[in-house]
């Protein structure tokens, strides 16, 4: 079985800058047509069309990225993403790499306003703002800020902290706040921690345990890479128990509602039945 393409909406809304993504790697028409995205201006999710600014004159150089002696053919590419509903504009900086030697064709996002930061910020925090640590929301911008400029292990130090710090708050808020019991339960390590804890978490977590593995050897042991390619898989991680939170917590509070006014009818009924 192939490899599933990276798809356009990825490499303009989830791909770092500097990745090097071959044309293989890619949707053929990833510079043509349309494409679904995060409008942060307008706070929605909405269609861009894809427009071709320019083009510049090629040139020829090394390219260190690639890891090889080969010349390279190069061209800067401007591209331009326009709200189909609202017309805000969004600038993509590609850089166009040919191989001369055989020819293959690679892409590289070398600049775009505005940021993937700036779009994931706003979209957090207009899903999550409600339901989710203001700290948290503080540690994923910082995350994203980080890997939109290729600091792959940078941005895993922030989702690990927030992955942490959802399990100890939940054993603090469930079980217990006693000094030494947080201690002890700090002292754990992260799959006991989650066995403890299990019926007070989202099972999102408890799905995704391994995770945290992940984003720990990425952190001491896998280069930048490696952590830019796993980046976007531990941002979906995240961004799901935070939307299994805010399900949870919107279902308790219908519950209330629902049960208070089941309660002020009954009451109601008990008045009218005494008279």
């Known amino acids: 079985m192939s490899e599933q393409k990276k798809s356009k909406h990825d490499f303009y809304f989830n791909t770092g800058l500097y990745e090097t993504v ?54 800067y590419i401007l591209v331009e993403l326009k709200c189909k509903r609202y017309g805000d504009i969004y600038n993509y900086f ?57 600091i792959g292990a940078g941005s895993l130090i922030y989702l690990r902290k927030i992955f942490e710090e959802t399990i100890e708050r939940k054993f603090i808020d469930n079980i217990s706040a006693e000094e030494s019991a947080v201690s002890n339960f700090k002292n754990k390590k992260m799959e006991d921690k989650i066995k403890c804890i299990k019926k007070y978490l989202p099972n999102k977590i408890d799905s995704f345990r391994s995770v945290y593995s992940l984003m720990s050897a990425g952190v001491h042991t896998l280069g930048e ?39 002020k009818y009954t009451q109601e009924l008990g008045k009218s039945t005494n008279k």
């Open 22 to 75: 071959s044309e293989e790697e890619i949707d053929e028409d990833f510079l043509i047509g349309d494409v679904e995205g995060y409008n942060f201006i307008a706070k929605t999710e909405t269609t861009f069309s894809i427009t071709i600014i320019n083009f510049n004159n090629s040139y020829y150089s090394y390219d260190p990225c690639e890891n090889s002696q080969n010349y390279f053919e190069s061209k």
């Open 94 to 150: 590609i850089k166009k790499i040919k191989d001369e030697k055989d020819e293959n064709l690679f892409y590289r996002k070398v600049g775009q306003s505005p940021s993937l930061a700036d779009i994931g910020s706003v979209e957090v925090n207009k899903l999550y703002k409600k339901y989710v640590d203001g700290n948290h929301l503080h540690f994923y911008e910082k995350a994203v800020g980080l890997f939109s400029h290729g």
């Open 225 to 263: 890479d490696k952590c830019n390619n796993i980046f976007p898989l531990i941002r979906v991680v995240i961004k799901l128990i935070w939307q299994q939170e805010k399900d949870m917590a919107i279902e308790k509070e219908s519950n209330k509602m629902v049960n208070d006014e089941i309660n």
